[in-house]
């Protein structure tokens, strides 16, 4: 009987085992999550890949990445250091199909740096130092009589930015502008499309 119990046990172990390593090697995506205040400084250093960044009423920086194989999910490394007022976002992937959202509160600073891919920033509040080798990146600026300065370039492709009567193709291609609110935006492209959309627009001074 004792033998008959333990084996019984052992393979229901067996079992469990092989269950959780199989829904670990099915799995895609994944998370990390850390408490920050609104008004903060946020610095992104994100690999190749599809991202979204989000402002929402949460006081959190929250990441969710998915990626094409499962087996592909090992090789992600994620961080988020968050000191005071100030945190550090830090993301690596694979080459190809990696997915990433990150949710911020809505009102932040955020200085981002992305290797190549697509780049798409929402529904955020404050000062935005952006700059992507190659994709495409677009960035919702909110309302344009909230900044005091805009500069935006790329080396080769589209610049197209509605609130600023701004819409060039090319080579070298850029623009500023000046107004009279408080935040700065800089964004910069080498190869690609580079569009800034708005909510609603108020003409300023440009050059």
């Known amino acids: 009987m004792r033998s008959m119990v333990a084996a019984v046990m052992a393979a229901t172990a ?3 085992a092989a269950a959780l390593a199989a829904t670990q090697q099915s799995r895609s995506n994944d998370t990390l999550e850390r408490a920050f205040a609104a008004n903060g400084r946020i610095r992104m250093d994100l690999s190749a890949g599809e991202y979204r960044i989000r402002g929402t ?11 094409r ?21 830090f993301l690596d992937g694979p080459t190809n ?10 009102r932040a600073d955020l200085h981002v740096r992305l290797t ?22 677009r960035i919702d600026v909110g309302r344009p009589e909230d900044y005091r300065h805009v500069d935006a370039g790329v080396w080769a492709g589209e610049i197209h930015a509605a609130p600023y009567g701004v819409s060039k193709e090319g080579l070298f291609r850029s623009f500023d502008w000046n107004g009279k609110g408080q935040y ?14 708005a909510k609603s627009a108020t003409p300023g001074e440009s050059r």
């Open 97 to 106: 199909h990696f997915k990433v959202e990150i949710d911020v509160p809505n």
């Open 69 to 89: 194989y499962p087996e592909q999910l090992a090789k992600v490394r994620a961080r988020a250091d968050v000191r005071d007022a100030d945190a550090k976002v």
């Open 184 to 197: 700065r935006l800089h964004a910069h492209l080498k190869a690609g499309e580079l569009r800034l959309n």
């Open 116 to 137: 190549a891919g697509e780049l798409r920033i929402d529904n955020i509040e404050g000062n935005k130092d952006v700059e992507l080798h190659a994709g495409d990146l």
């Open 14 to 16: 067996l079992v469990g």
């Open 57 to 67: 009423g949460d006081n959190r920086i929250l990441l969710r990445w998915s990626t």
